[in-house]
């Protein structure tokens, strides 16, 4: 219906055409913010993830061990949460400039479970569990191997943030 002006009436109901097009246009704009969701870090954030994450069984186990390896325990003790309060600041920075830019926060629920739930399980273990497995053999090769198992997972990860978004967009 049409008022005499010939605009659609608000209190009408909508034809199955109008209703159709409504629809049409809701899933588009949910497909465009999940798009946008899906975008990538900002590849500054990206790579200061990939050290941080290298870092860490290094200073983590630096902490742990019996002795005096590399630097002294309290260096660790003092690198680890410095590394840790340096990388958390980064990541509030970069979430804030990408919601300003985009009006959409970063997800990861967006990637498929079954890249996510390996990565949400196993990244901890392997981050932590090589610092314990150097503090019982002593074998820096444990720390070592972690961080580069882990700088490569969170390369792989970016990467696969950013093949699902060249193919939502």
Do not use: C
């Not at 629809?23 to 990538?40: F, G, K, N, V």
């Not at 061990?65 to 003790?77: D, H, N, T, V």
């Not at 079954?114 to 074998?139: D, E, H, K, Y």
């Amino acid at each position: 219906m049409e008022t005499d002006a010939g605009l659609p009436d608000r209190h009408s109901r909508p034809t199955s055409q109008e209703a159709l097009a409504t629809l049409a246009e809701a899933a588009r704009i949910r497909a465009s913010a999940t798009a946008l969701s899906a975008t990538p870090w900002p590849t500054w954030f990206a790579t200061a993830l990939t050290a941080y994450i290298a870092a860490f069984p290094l200073a983590y186990g630096g902490m742990l061990a019996e002795e005096r390896w590399l630097l002294p325990r309290a260096a660790w003790a003092t690198v680890l949460p410095v590394i840790t309060a340096a990388f958390l600041t980064l990541y509030v920075i970069a979430a804030r400039s990408w919601k300003q830019r985009t009006g959409v926060a970063l997800r990861f629920d967006v990637l498929p479970k079954r890249a996510t739930l390996p990565l949400t399980i196993g990244m901890p273990v392997l981050l932590v569990g090589s610092a314990w497995a150097f503090r019982a053999t002593g074998q820096a090769w444990w720390l070592v191997t972690a961080s580069v198992i882990a700088a490569t997972v969170s390369v792989g990860f970016h990467l696969a943030f950013v093949r699902l978004h060249r193919k939502t967009s």
